[in-house]
């Protein structure tokens, strides 16, 4: 099935839900970071929590997710919005050289988290990152730092099949409402992981009812059981913002010294993409123009 976002509510219990299908999106992200299995278990979870974290923004606003980690994996970055565009990368992309998971994370890590509008900075927080676990460290910073009470998880199922890694990538995400029972939210939170629940998450059909037999099963010792209300939003896809003109910022953050060194070389300068890979080749001139540009403010670039 095609990607899909879908929001809503648990009436009756003032819990909003938001349910993601990411696996052609994160398809892409592994392709284009030709990432391993092990690269790609992490990417796509991550992407999948960003997706579904994002529901509660803004029209216009944006989501920039930033895991850091101390151990093999370095670094994690999401990137995504209402209007469904995402992209990411992975450093390193490749995992599975690892012993265990252990040594993927590390001892402890940090998430930071920036919400935006055309370019200016909204709102920002940061969290460590001691859970070891790209979605738990996510559900840490929004219980922690946004002070919602959250409950997020993922699946993902891996295939052989290189033109299509990522068989399966489902995330739902559950957050408390103004006038949630606290009480009533962490057993719904608790059961979240229960084995029940985590058979349909893991379910390799989606049908049409997917998601309410999740809901189901997730409530089903709660009498009376809530009403389930669900509503499509836009859908997640891959695609990368940059441009040349994006480019030519990176090239104003160089010191003077490297400028100098550039200009007396005099050879093409090549700059990579770290979202989509994209090669951009810009001239001497052109690094040249680009600083003696007066930086437009971040409001103004979108």
């Known amino acids: 099935m095609a ?5 809503g509510r648990l009436e009756g219990f003032d819990v909003a839900v938001a349910y993601a299908l990411t696996a052609d999106t994160v398809n892409e992200a592994v392709r284009r970071h030709d990432c391993d299995p092990a690269g790609a278990h992490m990417l796509g979870r991550a992407m999948t929590a960003g997706v579904v974290a994002s529901a509660a923004l803004g029209e216009g606003q944006r989501l920039n997710l930033r895991w850091a980690y101390e151990g093999l994996l370095r670094t994690i970055v999401v990137d995504t919005g209402p209007d469904g565009a995402t992209r990411a990368f992975i450093s390193p992309p490749h995992l599975s050289a690892a012993p ?36 738990e460290d996510v559900n840490h910073f929004l219980c922690m730092s946004d002070q919602v009470e959250s ?14 890694p990522v068989r399966l990538c489902r995330g739902l995400l559950l957050q408390a409402l103004p006038g949630c029972d606290l009480v009533r939210f962490q057993r719904l939170r608790d059961r979240l992981y229960a084995e029940d629940v985590r058979a349909w998450m893991a379910r390799g059909d989606e049908t049409d009812n997917q998601v309410e037999n999740v809901l189901r099963a997730l409530c089903a010792n709660e009498t009376p059981a809530p009403r389930v209300t669900l509503a499509p939003s836009t859908a997640p896809f891959f695609r990368c913002s940059c441009s040349r003109e994006k480019m030519s910022g990176v090239l104003r953050a160089l010191p003077y010294g490297e400028r100098m060194d550039m200009v007396r070389k005099n050879e093409p300068v090549v700059v990579n993409c770290r979202f989509c890979g994209h090669r951009y080749e810009l001239s001497i001139d052109d690094c040249i123009r680009a600083w003696n540009e007066k930086p437009q403010p971040a409001g103004e670039t979108g």
Do not use: C, F, W
């Open 100 to 135: 265990d998971e252990g040594a993927i994370y590390g001892a402890s890590g940090s998430v930071q988290v920036v919400r935006s509008r055309k370019g200016a900075v909204v709102a920002h927080g940061n969290t460590r990152a001691d859970l070891l676990d790209v979605v």
């Open 3 to 7: 990607d899909q976002l879908l929001l």
């Open 151 to 164: 409950a997020l998880a993922v699946m993902i199922a891996l295939s052989s099949n290189p033109a299509a």
